[in-house]
């Protein structure tokens, strides 16, 4: 699962990024954002909708715990996956500043 499919567009254009670092600091720039974006976006919207069923719908107290756990696993990718792309970015930033 780690590596499941190891041809993701956007882990391919930066291990051939080499050749144009300008063009994949900009690509890690917006993948970056975009996570960001959804980050807040997306949590917010499917965190009121946990709180929501929770008490609308048969079992929702009970079925919210696991619902919780999935949102939460998918904060925690998309924080993961913002810092691995700040990390890049400092990098490439450093770089091509020496």
Not at 72 to 94: F, M, R, T, Y
């Amino acid at each position: 699962m780690l590596f499941e499919n190891p041809h993701d567009p956007l882990l391919m254009r930066v291990f051939f990024g080499a050749n144009a670092p300008e063009a994949t600091l900009k690509t890690l720039k917006a993948y970056r954002d975009m996570c960001l974006a959804g980050l807040e976006e997306q949590a917010k919207k499917y965190q009121t909708s946990i709180n929501n069923y929770k008490s609308e719908i048969p079992d929702g107290k009970n079925e919210s715990l696991y619902w919780q756990m999935t949102l939460d696993l998918g904060i925690a990718q998309a924080k993961a996956n913002v810092q691995w792309a700040q990390g890049c970015i400092e990098k490439l930033e450093k770089e091509l500043r020496e």
